[in-house]
């Protein structure tokens, strides 16, 4: 079954907010805010979570026209942002004018049919209402926000997962998604080429040769795995212009579409920093992942003191993805590369596992017993039985438990850890859902008790 999480993607013209009402969404400061114009000048993505409903959220560059090589031209900027997003937040400042950049994106948002929310920021400054001023501009569905004072906040998103499509079972292509994902020039295109065996990808020495997400489709032992090859994200402050602004956007829609995603690194240059978060994204988006380690043939030192030495490191840096197999290749030679394939269906396999009830529930009694959850006083969590979801795109299991916010988050590593050298799903990011369950009432002191009636 597939799952996909919505793409939320705030436009606008330079200053008027969009920053601050990312941080005020996601309740940290990840963008940066400032008087200047132009602050903003990479496209930032966040997971979040609102009323039971996920979405990615990405705070884009403010659009102005370029007045040199590092400014996007608007129609670049907002149509890649309307091509890729699935709902799109436009803000304006109140009490400003109208201008014409504001109705060309109004009108590019209006002719892309895709759900807009405009959104009239800054009311804390406000004279007057301003709604029946940017009607104006032709969008129905109309807001006001100020993160200074958190007002509109929630109506917003309110407004938001009411527009967000509901989340409907689709049967999938019996073809397996694997999606290459990773910084430019690091061989996502040489690797690409090396699993189909086709020349498909435009491969240059150049980083971000790759522009847009490229697919083929490769058979291996009677199953049909989709490749999906994407333009590389750069590190904070080194996303470039034009198209490749969203390139963000596009490595995101490709996880989305995939089932399993090779995180592929260069063995000349380990960017820890960057490749933690695109696994991050990979674990927090559900799917499988392989850490593949290219250019394997033109590292100096390819002993087996050197591989380990690396293997070593990459387990410590991605500590948060223990059950992510680790593969060395090189795209020239073809070493490994055959075996990318083998591990993508042994993924594949763990995710579509079931496990009996029965078994599940002996495992949970075993482990709680073994290692009982801590907590407050008369506070203790106790775990009482558990199923497995059958339509998620990944292993989910729901726990009904009690206290269930007082379970440390060590904790669930610990039952993940416990149920997976039980049952396997190695490769695969596994979930637990944990539902309060309600003591039941005691029935002695619950049981009703006839008085006498007095005259």
């Given at each position: 079954m597939l799952k996909k999480i919505p793409v939320v993607a705030i436009i606008g013209?330079?200053?008027v907010g969009k920053s601050s009402l990312f941080n005020a969404i996601i309740r940290q400061k990840r963008a940066i805010v400032a008087k200047e114009e132009g602050t903003t000048r990479d496209s930032i993505i966040e997971l979040t979570e609102y009323n039971k409903h996920n979405f990615w959220l990405v705070d884009t560059a403010g659009v102005k026209d370029p007045i040199d090589e590092f400014e996007l031209t608007?129609?670049?900027q907002i149509k890649e942002a309307i091509d890729y997003a699935d709902i799109i937040w436009f803000l304006v400042e109140t009490n400003t004018?109208?201008?014409d950049d504001d109705r060309k994106i109004a009108k590019l948002a209006f002719k892309s049919h895709k759900p807009t929310i405009l959104i009239i920021n800054k009311i804390d400054q406000a004279n007057k209402n301003d709604q029946s001023y940017f009607k104006q501009l032709g969008l129905k569905n109309i807001t006001e926000t100020s993160t200074v004072q958190k007002r509109g906040v929630n109506d917003l998103l309110?407004?938001?997962?009411?527009?967000?499509?509901?989340?409907?079972?689709?049967k999938q292509n019996k073809s397996i998604k694997l999606a290459l994902i990773g910084r430019p020039n690091v061989g996502k295109s040489s690797l690409f080429n090396a699993i189909s065996k086709k020349q498909q990808a435009l491969i240059a020495d150049q980083a971000g040769t790759t522009r847009d997400i490229n697919k083929t489709e490769v058979k291996f032992y009677n199953e049909y795995i989709e490749l999906i090859d994407t333009a590389g994200i750069r590190r904070n402050g080194r996303i470039q212009v034009g198209i490749e602004k969203f390139s963000v956007l596009r490595?995101?829609?490709a996880i989305e579409q995939a089932?399993?995603?090779l995180l592929v690194l260069d063995a000349n240059e380990l960017n820890v920093q960057l490749d933690q978060k695109l696994a991050g994204m990979i674990k927090d988006a559900g799917k499988g992942l392989i850490i593949t380690i290219t250019k394997w043939d033109t590292l100096i030192d390819k002993t087996a003191f050197s591989r380990d030495q690396i293997f070593s490191q990459l387990k410590f840096n991605f500590d948060f993805v223990p059950w992510a197999p680790v593969i060395f290749v090189s795209s020239l030679t073809g070493q490994n590369v055959t075996k990318i394939l083998d591990?993508?269906?042994e993924i594949y396999n763990n995710q579509q596992k079931k496990i009996p009830t029965s078994k599940l529930n002996k495992w949970l009694h075993e482990a709680t017993s073994n290692h009982p959850p801590a907590g407050l006083k008369n506070k203790t969590p106790k775990l009482n039985y558990m199923i497995q979801e059958n339509e998620m795109n990944l292993p989910s299991f729901q726990i009904f438990s009690t206290q269930t916010k007082y379970i440390h988050w060590s904790y669930k590593r610990y039952l993940e850890k416990s149920l997976r050298k039980t049952f396997g799903f190695d490769?695969?990011?596994i979930k637990f859902w944990f539902i309060e369950k309600k003591p039941q009432p005691d029935r002695k002191l619950s049981k009703k008790i006839n008085y006498p009636i007095i005259k």
């Amino acid at each position: 079954m597939l799952k996909k999480i919505p793409v939320v993607a705030i436009i606008g013209k330079t200053n008027v907010g969009k920053s601050s009402l990312f941080n005020a969404i996601i309740r940290q400061k990840r963008a940066i805010v400032a008087k200047e114009e132009g602050t903003t000048r990479d496209s930032i993505i966040e997971l979040t979570e609102y009323n039971k409903h996920n979405f990615w959220l990405v705070d884009t560059a403010g659009v102005k026209d370029p007045i040199d090589e590092f400014e996007l031209t608007i129609q670049e900027q907002i149509k890649e942002a309307i091509d890729y997003a699935d709902i799109i937040w436009f803000l304006v400042e109140t009490n400003t004018v109208i201008t014409d950049d504001d109705r060309k994106i109004a009108k590019l948002a209006f002719k892309s049919h895709k759900p807009t929310i405009l959104i009239i920021n800054k009311i804390d400054q406000a004279n007057k209402n301003d709604q029946s001023y940017f009607k104006q501009l032709g969008l129905k569905n109309i807001t006001e926000t100020s993160t200074v004072q958190k007002r509109g906040v929630n109506d917003l998103l309110n407004q938001t997962i009411k527009l967000i499509p509901q989340i409907s079972n689709v049967k999938q292509n019996k073809s397996i998604k694997l999606a290459l994902i990773g910084r430019p020039n690091v061989g996502k295109s040489s690797l690409f080429n090396a699993i189909s065996k086709k020349q498909q990808a435009l491969i240059a020495d150049q980083a971000g040769t790759t522009r847009d997400i490229n697919k083929t489709e490769v058979k291996f032992y009677n199953e049909y795995i989709e490749l999906i090859d994407t333009a590389g994200i750069r590190r904070n402050g080194r996303i470039q212009v034009g198209i490749e602004k969203f390139s963000v956007l596009r490595s995101v829609s490709a996880i989305e579409q995939a089932d399993i995603c090779l995180l592929v690194l260069d063995a000349n240059e380990l960017n820890v920093q960057l490749d933690q978060k695109l696994a991050g994204m990979i674990k927090d988006a559900g799917k499988g992942l392989i850490i593949t380690i290219t250019k394997w043939d033109t590292l100096i030192d390819k002993t087996a003191f050197s591989r380990d030495q690396i293997f070593s490191q990459l387990k410590f840096n991605f500590d948060f993805v223990p059950w992510a197999p680790v593969i060395f290749v090189s795209s020239l030679t073809g070493q490994n590369v055959t075996k990318i394939l083998d591990l993508s269906l042994e993924i594949y396999n763990n995710q579509q596992k079931k496990i009996p009830t029965s078994k599940l529930n002996k495992w949970l009694h075993e482990a709680t017993s073994n290692h009982p959850p801590a907590g407050l006083k008369n506070k203790t969590p106790k775990l009482n039985y558990m199923i497995q979801e059958n339509e998620m795109n990944l292993p989910s299991f729901q726990i009904f438990s009690t206290q269930t916010k007082y379970i440390h988050w060590s904790y669930k590593r610990y039952l993940e850890k416990s149920l997976r050298k039980t049952f396997g799903f190695d490769g695969t990011a596994i979930k637990f859902w944990f539902i309060e369950k309600k003591p039941q009432p005691d029935r002695k002191l619950s049981k009703k008790i006839n008085y006498p009636i007095i005259k």
